[in-house]
């Protein structure tokens, strides 16, 4: 039995990896996977990858790739969700703030630095023709984190996955005042180098096994309620977010590679583009 660390974020994107851990699917094919559940996100799935704290990171596309090109010691294997990320970019309930032109020149909540929240709270500025080098931010590690500063006021807005913040929004806490989906395939499956150079074909039977998960996931009765049961969702939101959410049992091509990469130049996410072979395995 060979034992691999996997991390990722602690929302709907990953059920598929628990059923089939929970199922045993891993573990009949002499894999003990080891599920960490990280919910501050990309930066910190970034640092865990660095430092082998975690062997593959279930993880925000342009998150990994800017970390790839800062040196990262990881490759992407595959796209993991095809469909963009739908950021809801959220105030507090009682806030101000009535529309997106009212945050130019506030303080944007993100849960670290190099995070997902961080990168598309450059992305929405550049949406909106504002100033990037104006952006400033409060690190609130968690969404937890991100309800304390928009409730105390020391943070204007908190861009987060629109469906898993959700709750908070009917619950009167966050009011949501516009979205900013990415402009990429939202999630990818990196994998630190020294296991893709010790344990090849360990990754693809992993692989193998998450792709058949995935490839029939919307199939699974009952699969809507399971989820909103999971992850305290409305069944009708979660059948949206279904509708709208596709993933993927594709590598990158060198073609979306090169267009995201170009996209993160423009948004300064990344000074220089890195090589296929450099960012992909």
Request: proline share 4%.
């Amino acid at each position: 039995m060979t034992t691999i660390k996997i991390a990722g974020v602690p929302e709907h994107f990953n059920l598929p990896w628990h059923l089939s851990i929970e199922n045993g699917e891993f573990q009949a094919n002499g894999i003990d996977l080891q599920w960490t559940d990280v919910p501050e996100g990309t930066g910190k799935l970034c640092q865990m990858l660095r430092n082998g704290e975690t062997d593959i990171a279930v993880i925000l596309t342009e998150g990994i790739i800017k970390d790839i090109v800062a040196g990262n010691p990881s490759k992407i294997v595959q796209i993991y969700v095809e469909s963009p990320l739908i950021w809801g970019i959220h105030v507090a309930a009682n806030s101000k703030y009535k529309t997106l032109s009212d945050l130019e020149n506030t303080k944007v909540a993100i849960s670290r630095l190099g995070s997902g929240s961080q990168l598309m709270a450059y992305a929405n500025a550049n949406n909106q023709s504002w100033k990037s080098q104006n952006l400033q931010f409060e690190i609130i590690n968690t969404i937890d984190g991100a309800v304390e500063a928009l409730t105390k006021g020391t943070a204007a807005y908190f861009m987060w996955e629109r469906f898993m913040t959700k709750p908070l929004v009917d619950k009167g806490v966050f009011r949501r005042i516009g979205d900013c989906p990415t402009p990429w395939p939202c999630f990818v499956i990196a994998v630190r180098n020294e296991i893709l150079e010790k344990h090849p074909e360990i990754v693809t039977k992993i692989l193998e096994i998450i792709n058949a998960k995935t490839s029939n996931f919307k199939e699974i009765t009952n699969i809507d309620s399971i989820l909103a049961n999971k992850y305290h969702q409305k069944v009708e939101d979660i059948q949206e977010w279904l509708s709208l959410t596709e993933w993927s049992q594709k590598q990158l091509s060198e073609v979306e590679l090169n267009s995201i990469q170009d996209q993160l130049v423009v948004l300064k996410i990344i000074s220089k583009k890195a090589a296929f072979t450099e960012i992909t395995n």
